[in-house]
Nanobody
């Protein structure tokens, strides 16, 4: 049974940091691309960052330079280090898995391609709240 379980969500002041974790089980972790998404009530889910099996990463412009994605294949865990958090980062955060090969990357415009429909497995989400 595939399971993705996020942890590390919290309420922090603006400018603070958090590290989210996503523990994976029930599938061959090294064969999957992993990503982080977030969603605010009433808005579409936003792809933030992704990492492939070779540790190639890509980021949306909203988080590039502030957030860092990483993965530990031994622990089957995905991480999201979030620094310099802003109130607009307040959202429910989800990890997701896509069977390789990854279809993401960057468009010619430079915009990151992190498309929700390409990911087969999802965590239940965890809340991050940033106060001003």
């Amino acid at each position: 049974q595939v399971q993705l379980t996020e942890s590390g969500g919290d309420s922090v002041p603006s400018g603070g940091s958090l590290r989210l974790s996503c523990a994976a089980s029930g599938f061959t972790y090294s064969d999957y691309c992993m990503a982080w998404f977030r969603q605010v009530p009433g808005k579409q889910r936003e792809g933030l960052t992704a990492i492939d099996a070779g540790d190639y990463t890509w980021y949306s412009s909203s988080v590039k330079g502030r957030f860092t994605i990483s993965r530990d294949s031994t622990k089957k865990t995905l991480y999201l280090q979030m620094n310099n958090l802003k109130p607009e980062d307040t959202a429910m955060y989800y990890c997701a898995a896509e069977e390789s090969p990854c279809h993401g990357g960057y468009y010619k415009s430079g915009r990151a391609a992190i498309r929700e429909y390409e990911y087969q497995f999802w965590g239940q989400g965890i809340q991050v709240t940033v106060s001003s």
